[in-house]
């Protein structure tokens, strides 16, 4: 595909952005004491290297206590040096730049925190200080000076931060917003504040830097605004001369998954085509918008002048160069995994990113630097691991071999993408494809590793990533092998057994969860099907709806722990407990397994005996232990080779582990 549109120039007022592509705030935790510093410059200037057009930086506290204590600020002169490095080093490359002025109200959580009204956040479990009028207009006030800072320091605008349920969204919501004076009641009431907020920074900037606006496109919460309110509060945006609308889903409290891989690619652009068809702002769509081409089919379509990739950034900093060179084989998606990103937020650490190792590292490692002892490299198993372990090796100019006893790589990646809303993790499966490709990678399918083999090739280095054994649990009715209708997870996903009606899966981690999800929508409506159906209305469409929802299968989960999902991440293990809610799958938790026998399983229940019997199906996800066999039997006849354990094969854990300790292990052979 030729991206016409993505990197057509986008001119708002007497600023020329070079293309379509915009990098929006977000919290990254890279600095502590609320300095823009090194790690953050570095940071975003390899994205401004990669071809980004524009970068928006952020949020920035406008005042103490509408921040938080790893958020940048901009609430006083003294930032405004640093900030001068920043804008200076972002358009040394040709990236524009703008600082998003932030104010979380009842969100932040600090001392003082204010908000519309003395309503008990859901966010932060803590009531605000209402606000009176005058300091209504001190809180305006700091916005308008922070405005004057960026200005000072060579931005191209600032942005105002009315999503998210940010302080904004605070006085625009009847639900946060229970004022009787005349910033609360009606809708023109509660558009007060922000218009108020906008006609004053427009006052004090606006002739010289734009002034742009990020929104929510639907608050997604029961009592809040919706997309018919957000398109009335645009236009008055409009009207009010904003520069720019950039459109983003609902607040951080909201039950609607906005972020995580569940979420299919693109499934907000309506919130921004449902803005940019009232206003004359140009209109930034947002979420979930990883890929140029599809990035493209947005702006042809006419559903927003410009897109939003953040986290797809972070995966490849490059994305827009290597799109616009038309090497997206080289490409490094983000797959909406969390798992370095707002999963690491929201747990007070930094952003990594599970597919970029050197996130946050940027500065630090130069994989253009190659090796002065290229070393002759085996590696064993080809998960993401190995994989990861053998494009860094090879780029740093070591000679890789890749033996697979399996007649595909990918390992266990292969069946994580298999239950529903996983599909993005066949990208990484995909990308190394193409890495194996075009690096020209030795790479032997259908070869088992034997001492032999190993010896006969006399490498360097041997890495071993032969990831996992399944763990059978050692219960009455299994006795160390599985019978006829007891499967793993691992046997179930990769198609080669039938699943019955009633499905049991015992184990409820990650594994059991996405397993159960998949088991209760056997048997649904295809889309395509459901579409023919409900078009020529052969079927009433309350009926097609529920064929299509979900499966005939009936699902239980089993598990002895008291909680579902203790190893899933804060942003996606409340998002699966509520799927596997809507799919009417039933737990069992805190149950001790006492035996299997045909088609029932005995358990005891808080000191009861129970069965659950006339099941057809068993599923096993109750862990893994690392396969170390190959390991241990070089180790003990030839303890010359220089060995690495990588991977599940060290310790099963997540991806993102996996990945980043091939990444280290092949950046340091030569170490």
């Not at 004057?148 to 917003?177: C, H, K, W």
């Not at 490692?365 to 090796?371: E, N």
């Not at 790479?443 to 280095?461: M, R, S, V």
């Not at 057994?497 to 929508?521: D, F, H, L, Q």
Request: one cysteine or more.
């Amino acid at each position: 595909m030729k991206f016409v549109k993505l990197f057509e120039p986008l001119k708002i007022k007497d600023v020329e952005i070079r293309n379509r592509i915009v990098m929006p705030a977000m919290a990254l935790n890279y600095s502590r004491d609320r300095t823009v510093n090194d790690t953050t410059l570095d940071f975003y200037e390899e994205r401004a290297k990669g071809g980004v057009g524009l970068i928006i930086l952020g949020g920035c506290a406008v005042e103490a206590r509408g921040g938080g204590p790893t958020m940048l600020s901009i609430d006083d002169d003294k930032h405004i040096p640093n900030y001068t490095r920043f804008a200076e080093r972002m358009h040394k490359h040709g990236a524009k730049t703008i600082v998003q002025l932030y104010h979380a109200g009842a969100y932040s959580g600090m001392p003082g925190m204010v908000s519309s009204s003395a309503v008990m956040s859901n966010l932060t479990r803590a009531v605000p200080k209402e606000l009176t009028i005058d300091e209504i207009k001190e809180v305006q006030e700091s916005h308008a000076l922070a405005a004057e800072r960026v200005r000072e320091a060579g931005f191209d605008g600032v942005e105002l931060l009315g999503s998210a349920g940010y302080l904004i969204n605070q006085f625009l919501s009847p639900m946060t917003n229970k004022r009787t004076d005349e910033y609360g009641g009606s809708l023109e009431n509660r558009l007060r504040y922000p218009l108020e907020l906008i006609n004053l920074v427009q006052e004090r900037v606006g002739k010289d830097i734009l002034v742009g606006i990020r929104v929510a496109g639907d608050d997604f919460v029961p009592g809040s605004n919706t997309y018919k309110e957000t398109a009335v509060f645009t236009k008055h945006y409009d009207k009010a001369g904003i520069d720019f609308i950039n459109v983003t889903g609902g607040w951080h409290e909201t039950r609607i998954p906005q972020l995580p891989m569940m979420v299919p690619p693109g499934a907000y652009v309506y919130l921004a085509e449902n803005v940019k068809r009232n206003v004359n702002a140009p209109v930034f769509s947002a979420n979930r918008i990883n890929d140029p081409v599809l990035a493209e089919r947005i702006l042809r379509n006419e559903w927003a002048d410009a897109i939003c990739m953040g986290r797809g950034l972070i995966a490849d900093p490059y994305l827009p160069n290597k799109a616009k060179e038309n090497k997206v084989w080289d490409i490094r998606k983000c797959v909406g995994c969390n798992q370095g990103c707002f999963d690491h937020i929201f747990t007070g650490r930094s952003v990594e990113c599970m597919r970029n190792y050197m996130a946050s590292r940027e500065g630090k490692i130069d994989l253009d630097q190659k090796t002065k002892t290229p070393m002759k490299v085996v590696i064993i198993g080809s998960g993401p691991a190995g994989l990861e372990a053998a494009r860094v090796a090879t780029i740093l100019g070591h000679d890789v071999t890749i033996f697979e006893k399996r007649d595909e790589i990918g390992g266990q990646a292969n069946v994580a993408w298999v239950p529903p809303g996983r599909r993005d993790i066949s990208e990484v499966i995909d990308y190394y494809k193409s890495q194996i490709k075009h690096h020209k990678i030795d790479l032997q399918l259908g070869t088992e590793a034997t001492l032999e083999k190993i010896n006969e090739y006399n490498p360097d280095a041997v890495i071993i990533a032969t990831g996992i054994k399944f763990d059978i649990p050692d219960i009455p009715g299994i006795d160390g092998s599985l019978g006829s209708n007891i499967y793993s997870a691992i046997d179930v996903l990769t198609g080669d057994y039938p699943v019955g009606k009633n499905v049991v899966v015992v184990g409820g981690g990650s594994v059991g969860m996405e397993t159960a999800i998949w088991a209760a929508e056997l048997g649904a409506l295809d889309s395509e099907i459901a579409r023919f159906i409900s078009f020529y209305d052969l079927i009433p469409q309350e009926e097609v709806l529920a064929k299509w929802l979900r499966g005939n299968r009936d699902v239980t989960i089993i598990d002895k722990l008291p909680k579902l999902g203790t190893n899933l991440g804060r942003t996606t293990r409340g998002f699966m407990i509520g799927h596997t809610m809507k799919l009417g799958i039933k737990r069992i938790l805190g149950a001790n397994i006492t035996r299997f026998e045909g088609k029932t399983m005995d358990y005891e229940l808080e000191s009861e005996k129970k069965s659950l019997e006339n099941i057809d199906t068993f599923i096993l996800a109750t862990g893994a232990k690392p396969n170390t066999n190959l390991y241990d039997a070089i180790e003990t006849t030839n303890p010359s080779f220089k060995m690495y354990k990588i991977g599940d094969c060290k310790e099963p854990r997540m991806m993102m582990e996996a990945i980043h300790e091939g990444f280290e292990t092949a950046y340091n052979l030569d170490k």
